[in-house]
């Protein structure tokens, strides 16, 4: 049995396992190269500057059941100056009365109340556009009705990373850990998202933030014009706003647990492909030069697998091929494990193979279901 075969340039399956190390080398250098920046980041000592006052804003539309859940962790937040905005859309579920009995015990909440005749737009960004606005303070941070943040240091850990130059601030929203396998999914992929959109801040090329854990300046929002130049999208009031405003000078990352924030996650499939498919609504609005940076990631992906599956079938190299995908797979596992430990996610790992074989067929899935139907609403 050869260990490997002889190249001969006319064979079709040379060429194809040419590819196949292109692929394998192109991945390798995302993962070692780009998001093992996020994996072995130290945590970097900053110095102590004043405590700038900080506004907390929300949007919530028919949020009653989450805002009496959640509501309190945002407001006996420990630091000492910030208020809270909270925008009621148009609720009709009690919401209003409910943001009422809290505004009359914290006195540093403060709620707009819109009509339902006046959001023009789809989505949440006309109520949170306006939320910002009304806003205070320069310093603007971002959560939904369903998170809450996961201690009462959440404002200061966010805020610490701002400086003279940093006027976006990424943070990281999970989720609750249930039990199901539905769950281990969300928190897995939002694990993904969330190593990609960090190593890619890290490597200069900030591309999205999201809304669940995201601060920026208001003077940044006012001086872009906000979100006006994608109103008519119902998303991307966190992704496509960090595309279209980031620069590699102007953000920073943060991610120590404290930071963080947890969601609730959906609790059947058909919910949460619904979800997916309005946050996949955005990604073809991002910068040119981000979508090719995520694409090749993907693609090169997709190609990896399609090839060593081919040569495997064909008994082509075989041993070379499974060398190779070993290799991949070792790889893919050391920066995973990095990333579970710095985020604080557990029983995730040994899934890490079995998931991104599933997610190699849901994304493209999904992509399709949204060229078919583009009605996908935020409430």
């Given at each position: 049995m050869e260990i490997f075969a002889v190249p001969d340039f006319k064979n079709i399956f040379f060429w194809l396992f040419?590819?196949?190390?292109?692929?394998?080398?192109?991945?390798?250098?995302?993962?070692?190269?780009?998001?093992?920046?996020?994996a072995f980041r130290k945590n970097q000592a900053l110095e102590s500057k004043p405590l700038k006052p900080v506004s907390i804003v929300?949007?919530?539309?028919?949020?009653?059941?989450?805002?009496?859940?959640?509501?309190?962790?945002?407001?006996?937040?420990?630091?000492?100056?910030?208020?809270?905005?909270?925008?009621?859309?148009?609720?009709?579920?009690?919401?209003?009365?409910?943001?009422?009995?809290?505004?009359?015990?914290?006195?540093h909440l403060n709620v707009f109340t819109i009509s339902s005749n006046l959001n023009f737009f789809k989505g949440k960004k006309f109520p949170l556009a306006l939320g910002i606005k009304a806003a205070k303070h320069d310093q603007i941070l971002l959560t939904d009705a369903d998170c809450k943040p996961k201690s009462d240091k959440w404002i200061f850990e966010?805020?610490?990373?701002?400086?003279?130059?940093?006027?976006?601030?990424?943070?990281?929203?999970?989720?609750?850990?249930?039990?199901?396998?539905?769950?281990?999914?969300?928190?897995?992929?939002?694990?993904?998202?969330?190593?990609q959109y960090f190593s890619f801040a890290l490597s200069g090329i900030p591309y999205m933030g999201v809304g669940r854990n995201l601060s920026y300046s208001k003077e940044l929002f006012i001086v872009n014009k906000g979100?006006?130049?994608?109103?008519?999208?119902?998303?991307?009031?966190?992704?496509?706003?960090?595309?279209q405003n980031a620069t590699k000078n102007n953000v920073a990352i943060e991610y120590s647990h404290?930071?963080?924030?947890?969601?609730?996650?959906?609790?059947?499939?058909?919910?949460?492909?619904?979800?997916?498919?309005?946050?996949?609504?955005?990604?073809?609005h991002y910068k040119f030069k981000h979508l090719i940076s995520l694409?090749?990631?993907?693609?090169?992906?997709?190609?990896?697998?399609?090839l060593v599956i081919f040569l495997l079938i064909f008994n082509y190299n075989t041993i070379p091929v499974l060398v190779i995908f070993a290799l991949r797979l070792?790889?893919?596992?050391?920066?995973?494990?990095?990333?579970l430990t710095k985020l604080e996610e557990k029983n995730l790992l040994l899934y890490t193979p079995f998931f991104e074989m599933f997610f190699l067929l849901f994304y493209p899935f999904i992509y399709l279901s949204n060229s078919i139907n583009k009605n996908n609403k935020w409430k």
């Open positions: 040419c590819g196949l190390a292109i692929t394998f080398i192109t991945q390798m250098v995302y993962y070692w190269l780009i998001f093992g920046k996020f929300i949007v919530a539309k028919n949020e009653y059941h989450n805002l009496k859940r959640h509501l309190k962790f945002v407001l006996e937040q420990d630091y000492p100056h910030f208020e809270v905005v909270v925008v009621n859309d148009s609720s009709d579920d009690g919401s209003g009365e409910l943001l009422k009995d809290f505004s009359d015990n914290y006195k966010m805020q610490k990373q701002f400086n003279g130059k940093t006027k976006i601030i990424l943070g990281y929203g999970g989720y609750e850990r249930k039990k199901g396998l539905l769950n281990k999914l969300i928190r897995f992929d939002t694990l993904q998202i969330a190593l979100f006006t130049k994608h109103y008519n999208i119902s998303s991307g009031d966190d992704d496509i706003f960090v595309s404290k930071s963080h924030t947890l969601s609730i996650p959906k609790t059947t499939f058909s919910s949460w492909i619904f979800q997916k498919k309005r946050h996949l609504t955005t990604g073809k694409g090749l990631f993907s693609v090169t992906k997709l190609f990896f697998y399609l070792i790889t893919q596992l050391i920066i995973i494990k990095k990333t």
